[in-house]
């Protein structure tokens, strides 16, 4: 293993070194986060008991933000005062061409109620419902990501979600980041509410005097928002716990060396938890991006997170074949999956588990994050091996439909009243026997 402090660690791949490598990226996982249990179960507890006045005071002691019941929705006029604010006046038409495009991928997920019926009488199906209510979670401050706001919007406008709840930190002045704003208010958000942290989990969960309970709770948000979220499953739905971004990259031979480090480092500025990783075939690939690396790090704005990120966790792996590439890829389960080999569709056809899955040298991660269309709000932490992007499926719920006529129902009843009966459930073999008594 070469670590020097400007340059990205290689590391040749073996059953020991990958094994290490998995241990290591879990340790970033929230399930690791047990030390702030205690702070935010007292958080939610005292929200669910108090209500607004905990919702306050808490937004007062974290936020230093004066929040009461008159001023906790954001206003029409400050949306307006929002728009007018704005330092990149070009932001909005940005704004608006990435909402077409993410309006247009997710429109394509909806699902459609849908009956079957047989000559017999039966008639089974499936009835698509949207949920009537959800909170949307949105960092504030600096880690405004007005780009998340669209995320988290659009496919549940799109699922036709009933109202739509928005949460987000005030800053001092009592204020919200005006681009965090103007997204929400292109998105289509029914309603704002000035708090953040984990007291806007347990106002959303657990509804108070201002904000109404919803039926499900999205968006990214820092460690104690992560655990709050995963605390109030149950009371309600949510999408994922999420974790830090992470990136990984199928590389070969034939791979640009400037791209292939310019897109990991993309991902690695996030904040010094960040996982960038390369894996390659190719050892003098693997030299070249080191090197690229370090030139950029000394010119990028936040190289001193950057450089921390790939100290911490970020890897360069070189294997003897593009399978055993392609099966630690695999293993990883990375949240986002560039492909830039000779063949990336042939690659592509082997991945089993990845978050977001880029093909080709023109499809960099950032692509993803703004504007293509498909969602951004992806599986960490080895969760893309079970959990899949945010979707318009998270907004919807189905109920079964069934339906049989009496000559349906003769001829099966026996089977019913059977097999229920060898549970002991009387009552339920009962249920059916009744309507074929002489």
């Known amino acids: 293993?070469?670590?020097?402090?400007?340059?990205?660690?290689?590391?040749?791949?073996?059953?020991?070194?990958?094994?290490?490598?998995?241990?290591?990226?879990?340790?970033?996982?929230?399930?690791?986060?047990?030390?702030?249990?205690?702070?935010?179960?007292?958080?939610?507890?005292?929200?669910?008991?108090?209500?607004?006045?905990?919702?306050?005071?808490?937004?007062?002691?974290?936020?230093?933000?004066?929040?009461?019941?008159?001023?906790?929705?954001?206003?029409?006029?400050?949306?307006?005062?929002?728009?007018?604010?704005?330092?990149?006046?070009?932001?909005?038409?940005?704004?608006?061409?990435?909402?077409?495009?993410?309006?247009?991928?997710?429109?394509?997920?909806?699902?459609?109620?849908?009956?079957?019926?047989?000559?017999?009488?039966?008639?089974?199906?499936?009835k698509v419902t949207a949920l009537?209510?959800?909170?949307?979670?949105?960092?504030?401050?600096?880690?405004?990501?007005?780009?998340?706001?669209?995320?988290?919007?659009?496919?549940?406008?799109?699922?036709?979600?009933?109202?739509?709840?928005?949460?987000?930190?005030?800053?001092?002045?009592?204020?919200?980041?005006?681009?965090?704003?103007?997204?929400?208010?292109?998105?289509?958000?029914?309603v704002i509410y000035k708090v953040g942290g984990a007291q806007a989990i347990a106002a959303l969960a657990f509804g108070t005097e201002s904000i109404p309970k919803v039926d499900k709770i999205v968006g990214p948000g820092n460690i104690y928002v992560a655990l709050a979220k995963k605390a109030v499953f149950g009371y309600v739905s949510i999408d994922s716990v999420a974790g830090p971004s992470e990136i990984l990259v199928l590389a070969d031979e034939t791979s640009n060396p400037r791209y292939v480090a310019a897109d990991l480092l993309s991902q690695a500025e996030h904040d010094e938890l960040a996982s960038a990783i390369l894996v390659t075939t190719s050892e003098e690939l693997a030299k070249k991006v080191s090197d690229e690396t370090d030139k950029f790090i000394k010119e990028l704005s936040r190289g001193e997170i950057i450089q921390k990120s790939l100290d911490n966790y970020g890897y360069i792996l070189v294997t003897?074949?593009?399978?055993?590439?392609?099966?630690?890829?695999?293993?990883?389960?990375?949240?986002?999956?560039?492909?830039?080999?000779?063949?990336?569709?042939?690659?592509?056809?082997?991945?089993?588990?990845?978050?977001?899955?880029?093909i080709g040298e023109y499809a960099s991660e950032p692509l993803g994050d703004y504007f293509a269309g498909p969602n951004h709000v992806l599986p960490t932490n080895g969760t893309a091996k079970f959990f899949s992007p945010l979707s318009v499926d998270d907004f919807i719920k189905k109920s079964s439909i069934i339906s049989y006529s009496e000559n349906a129902l003769r001829a099966i009843h026996e089977d019913i009243e059977a097999f229920a009966t060898a549970e002991h459930l009387t009552a339920h073999a009962n249920s059916i026997k009744v309507r074929f008594e002489k």
Not at 43 to 67: C, H, P, Q, R, S
Not at 133 to 158: D, E, H, R, T
Not at 335 to 358: C, S
Request: aromatic content about 6%; charged content about 30%.
């Open 132 to 190: 009537e209510k959800v909170g949307v979670y949105v960092p504030g401050g600096k880690a405004a990501y007005p780009s998340s706001v669209l995320m988290n919007i659009i496919p549940a406008k799109v699922a036709g979600v009933d109202r739509i709840c928005m949460v987000t930190p005030p800053g001092k002045d009592g204020k919200v980041n005006p681009g965090t704003l103007v997204a929400a208010n292109e998105a289509g958000v029914d």
């Open 1 to 126: 293993m070469v670590k020097g402090e400007e340059i990205m660690r290689i590391v040749k791949l073996d059953e020991a070194s990958k094994k290490n490598i998995l241990t290591d990226l879990l340790k970033r996982s929230p399930n690791n986060y047990g030390s702030y249990n205690d702070s935010v179960n007292e958080i939610l507890n005292n929200v669910k008991e108090n209500g607004d006045k905990a919702v306050f005071e808490y937004t007062a002691k974290f936020d230093k933000a004066d929040i009461n019941a008159d001023n906790i929705v954001v206003t029409k006029e400050e949306i307006e005062e929002a728009y007018n604010s704005l330092e990149n006046s070009e932001l909005v038409d940005v704004i608006r061409k990435a909402i077409k495009n993410i309006r247009e991928y997710h429109e394509k997920q909806r699902q459609y109620s849908w009956f079957d019926s047989k000559p017999d009488g039966t008639i089974l199906g499936q």
């Open 320 to 358: 003897d074949t593009m399978d055993e590439a392609i099966e630690t890829a695999n293993e990883i389960a990375s949240e986002h999956l560039e492909i830039q080999t000779k063949n990336p569709f042939d690659v592509m056809t082997k991945i089993r588990n990845a978050g977001a899955i880029f």
